[in-house]
């Protein structure tokens, strides 16, 4: 089997892969929705994959790994590496679980990720009111993480929340020193939320990148008595382009709660240190952006020689970067905490594949499925009418 050729369509918000071989079959690949414009970046690729055996996935991954880098380029790469994957499972015949090894757990645990509502304000009034219908949501999750502080737009209404002065452009630009006043109403945020959820469901918060260390340290520690999940991003995260792994370990040394980080990573390497240095107690690797979904099991073991545990990010991942995150998840130790749910955008994603269970989520968890490759394909019928003009042959 021979790859004859890679194709990248915008299908809704998320750009699909898919690598085409000249016995017929294809391997289909997701990037997050946020990317949009990375249909460029895939079919760079294209010449290096031509002529490469799909099913001896880290052969052909040879050829462009070292070619990719933190986003967006990782991306493209990452989403190849699926496709990759769903080709293999395909003429093996077998879910792609089996050729990671098999699976150790035939259920795997998500939290809330991309289903989420509407935020009237940023008060604790607020947040109380959305952990209501969080918990009341019929997913059932028994984790759900939310945006605080720089993750969310508390640093631009709430007044004096901090000594900032970054001109408010791209992506998370809100940065600096937290003022009592904003440090006070992040806690008071956390407490509401808790009140509402109690010990019945765990809280995870998103909290920037943006915070320096002295505030991130007063952070953790104000919140060591409610027994928070984790604190994620606090100091990189997103587009940031450094892992900084000795700034993370202060932060992560001065607290019992732990620190989180790792979605914009790319490849194994740049975990290293965060991982020997213990610099995080929780690490959470994107399958679109880390390498695929083999580099992010290869990251989830080295973790957890060192005692740090996994909850992989994938929140704007989509229904065929879901069926790669069960998968891979199905197969990780016993670190791994859950994954971070993704969802069909826009809705009638649901229309166009084949493969999902319906309900997906029951009582936060999502019962592994036996379908060769991903197990998740497309409907090339259904899915055409969505396609660009310049996209029209994708299916061809």
Not at 31 to 56: M, N
Not at 152 to 172: C, E, I, K, L, Q
Not at 354 to 377: A, C, F, Q, S, Y
Request: hydrophobic share 45%; proline share 7%; with cysteine.
């Amino acid at each position: 089997m021979k790859i004859v050729d890679l194709k990248c369509a915008v299908i809704g918000k998320n750009p699909v892969v898919r690598v085409v071989t000249d016995e017929g079959l294809s391997g289909y690949g997701q990037v997050e929705s946020y990317k949009p414009y990375l249909k460029p970046h895939v079919l760079f690729y294209r010449d290096l994959l031509i002529g490469a055996d799909p099913t001896d996935v880290e052969r052909t991954m040879l050829r462009i790994r070292k070619m990719g880098a933190f986003k967006p380029w990782g991306s493209a790469v990452s989403a190849i590496e699926m496709a990759l994957w769903d080709l293999a499972g395909k003429a093996a015949g077998l879910p792609v679980y089996k050729l990671l090894g098999g699976k150790v757990r035939d259920e795997v645990r998500v939290y809330n990720g991309a289903v989420r509502f509407p935020m009237a304000g940023y008060t604790p009034e607020d947040y109380a009111a959305n952990m209501a219908l969080m918990k009341a949501s019929p997913e059932g999750f028994q984790i759900i993480k939310q945006a605080i502080a720089f993750h969310s737009p508390m640093a631009a209404t709430v007044p004096n929340f901090y000594f900032g002065d970054a001109t408010p452009v791209g992506r998370h630009p809100y940065r600096g020193m937290i003022t009592e006043r904003g440090l006070k109403h992040v806690i008071a945020c956390v407490e509401a939320m808790k009140d509402v959820l109690g010990d019945e469901v765990g809280l995870a918060l998103d909290c920037g990148p943006g915070w320096t260390v002295p505030d991130a340290i007063r952070l953790a520690k104000a919140l060591e008595p409610l027994n928070i999940l984790w604190l994620e991003d606090l100091i990189t995260g997103d587009y940031s382009p450094a892992v900084l792994a000795d700034v993370y370990r202060d932060v992560t040394t001065s607290t019992s709660t732990p620190i989180h980080t790792g979605e914009e990573i790319y490849l194994r390497e740049n975990f290293r240190e965060l991982i020997e240095g213990q610099a995080v107690r929780i690490i959470g690797p994107d399958p679109c952006d880390v390498g695929g979904i083999a580099e992010l099991k290869r990251v989830a073991e080295y973790a957890d020689l060192h005692g740090l545990l996994i909850a992989p990010h994938g929140t704007g991942d989509g229904v065929l970067g879901l069926a790669a995150l069960v998968q891979v998840c199905a197969t990780l130790p016993w670190n791994y905490i859950a994954f971070e749910y993704p969802v069909g955008q826009p809705a009638w994603w649901y229309d166009i594949v084949e493969g999902l269970p319906d309900p997906i989520v029951k009582n936060g968890m999502i019962t592994v499925w036996d379908r060769p490759g991903m197990g998740v394909d497309l409907i090339p019928e259904a899915a055409r009418r969505y396609l660009a003009e310049e996209d029209a042959h994708f299916f061809d």
